[in-house]
């Protein structure tokens, strides 16, 4: 993972090489101009959907921004939903919350990769929150006896008490990013 400050570094390298001010980033981010400065003075509280936001935006790997290199397994594409708005911005989950802190109780965050079935979600439950932003693809996700379409910027921030369970909704593999704090 990079630190904080390599993550604030990282934003505005890219703001400064696409020649953004912030104030105009700012802007189509819908956040005020000293929020911004603040995120790339110390990435320790940029919210994970703006970290994605900026990715789509500047067309730059998300993988890549939080961990300084490209991801191992298999690179993905991000892809902008609506002008590359997040739908459904949660504010409360951070850079920071993506590193690993026992004392907090904050688990790794996993990249998880859906495959395209007939099958049914598996069901399950477990103490917590739990947070998805889906990054490619159509994610179904079945909460109770709801389901949720989800698709590229949809995130979504549950109790993972009620049973629950994701399964691809395309015919094109789904990845999402989940982060689970007990």
């Known amino acids: 993972m990079n630190d904080y400050n390599e993550i604030g570094a990282r934003l505005r390298e890219l703001r400064e090489v696409s020649d953004y001010t912030i104030e105009e980033l700012a802007a189509e981010l819908n956040l005020s101009p000293e929020v911004y400065a603040s995120y790339e003075e110390d990435g320790r509280d940029v919210p994970i959907s703006v970290i994605y936001e900026i990715a789509c ?3 730059v790997d998300f993988t890549e921004i939080v961990t300084g290199q490209s991801a191992k397994l298999e690179t993905y594409h991000l892809i902008r939903r609506g002008g590359g708005k997040v739908v459904n911005r949660n504010p409360e ?3 920071e919350d993506l590193a690993y802190r026992y004392a907090n109780k904050v688990m790794q965050p996993l990249l998880v990769t859906l ?3 007939d099958d049914v979600a598996k069901l399950i439950s477990h103490g917590g929150q739990e947070f998805n932003l889906v990054l490619e693809g159509t994610v179904i996700v079945t909460l109770g006896d709801k389901e949720f379409t989800m698709v590229p910027g949809d995130s979504i921030y549950f109790n993972p008490t009620i ?9 094109e593999k789904a990845r999402f990013l989940t982060v689970i704090a007990e």
Do not use: A
């Open 57 to 59: 935006k500047f067309k």
């Open 93 to 95: 989950y951070h850079f």
């Open 115 to 117: 495959e395209p079935t």
């Open 163 to 171: 049973p629950h369970g994701q399964r691809c909704g395309g015919e």
